[in-house]
């Protein structure tokens, strides 16, 4: 089972430390270790349940971006200024 610690501490278990904020795989000997149990029930580590594959809701549209320097606006593209707008509007 893979636990996340939301502790702000770090906790070691059978020679694996649970770093705040990180989910580590919990050894097997200690899934039913009353200490660990407790630990659930009073929030300290949560049980990251495994994600199915191929399931529909983490499927998402790509977000698309325009890069300007691909769409042709040499205006907006990084790295060039508009010196020649600037000399033309004079």
């Known amino acids: 089972m893979v636990l996340k ?3 702000s501490k770090i906790i070691g278990i059978g020679g694996i ?3 705040p ?3 580590t795989e919990c050894p097997k000997a200690y ?3 009353p200490v660990v ?3 659930m ?3 300290i580590f949560t049980e990251i349940k495994p994600e199915k594959k191929g399931s529909s809701t983490q499927k998402s549209d790509p977000v698309k971006t325009t890069d300007p320097a691909k769409t042709g ?3 907006s593209a990084p790295g060039l200024d508009d010196a ?3 000399a033309d509007a004079k």
Do not use: A, H, T, V
């Open 5 to 7: 610690n939301n502790s």
């Open 41 to 43: 029930s009073n929030g």
């Open 37 to 39: 149990r407790k630990y």
């Open 84 to 86: 020649g707008k600037q």
């Open 73 to 75: 606006d040499p205006g």
């Open 17 to 19: 430390s649970f770093l």
């Open 21 to 23: 904020g990180e989910s």
């Open 31 to 33: 899934e039913k270790n």
